[in-house]
C-alpha cells in the first residue's frame, strides 16, 4: 500500500526553551528542524493534529515526506521525534531533507509472516521469539521500503533467522552485513517450548 504523506510547516525565528512551549501550548503547534542536503537547517513548526495523524501510521516513519514550508516542498524523511514522557504526544521533531541520487539510512520496520503456520510452532510444539522489530538499511529514497517481510512458515524449532535470512528489495542494503559475519545479528527464532 502506498502512502502519501505532506505536512504543512512555517518558518520559526522564535527559538528557545520558553518560545517552544509557547509554541505548543497557545498555538498547538510543535518546533521542529528540517536539515541537510545543500541548505542550512532550518527551525520550523507545524500543526499538532497534523502530526499527530500521521504518526499513527506505522509508514510515516519510513517514507518520504512532503513538508510544505511557506509554500516551498520540500522531501524529506523523519529522523528522530521527542515525546512527552507521560502523554506520549510529540514535543519535537528533526526532518532530514533527501537528495535522489544520494542514498539513506534508515530503520524500518520488520513484518513476521506466518507466525500462526510456522512449521516449528504448529508441528513441533515450540514458541517465536522476536528478537528485532527493526533493522537499519541503506538504498535511494525511490527504493525506500515501508516494511521488510520475514516469512516464518518453514521455520524449525532449533532455528534462529539472521539479518541475512531477510529478502530485500532491489537496491536495498543492509550495511551492518558488509562489516562481516560478527554483525549479522539474529532477528527470531524458534525455541522448545
Do not use: W
Not at 518520504?64 to 524529506?76: E, K, N, R, W
Amino acid at each position: 500500500m502506498s502512502f502519501n504523506f505532506t505536512l504543512n510547516a512555517t518558518n520559526r525565528t522564535d527559538e528557545g526553551k520558553g518560545a517552544s512551549r509557547r509554541l505548543r501550548r497557545l498555538e498547538k503547534k510543535i518546533p521542529a528542524v528540517i536539515y541537510g542536503g545543500s541548505l542550512p537547517a532550518q527551525s520550523i513548526s507545524i500543526e499538532l493534529r497534523e502530526l499527530v495523524k500521521a504518526i499513527e501510521n506505522e509508514a510515516f516513519y519510513s517514507h518520504v515526506l512532503t513538508l510544505i514550508i511557506d509554500g516551498q516542498p520540500q522531501q524529506a524523511v523523519i529522523k528522530a521525534m521527542q515525546r512527552h514522557p507521560a502523554k506520549n504526544t510529540p514535543l519535537h521533531a528533526d526532518f532530514l531533507r533527501v537528495n535522489a541520487n544520494q542514498k539513506l539510512t534508515m530503520k524500518v520496520p520488520l513484518h513476521f509472516t506466518h507466525q500462526d503456520a510456522c512449521v516449528g510452532v504448529k508441528s513441533e510444539g515450540g514458541t517465536i521469539s522476536i528478537i528485532a522489530t527493526e533493522v537499519e538499511i541503506a538504498c535511494l529514497p525511490a527504493n525506500l521500503p515501508e516494511f521488510l517481510e520475514v516469512n516464518l512458515l518453514d521455520v524449525h524449532v532449533g532455528t534462529s533467522l539472521h539479518l541475512s535470512d531477510i529478502k530485500l528489495p532491489q537496491g536495498v542494503e543492509i550495511p551492518s552485513l558488509a562489516l562481516g559475519h560478527d554483525y549479522d545479528q539474529p532477528i527470531a527464532n524458534v525455541n522448545k517450548a
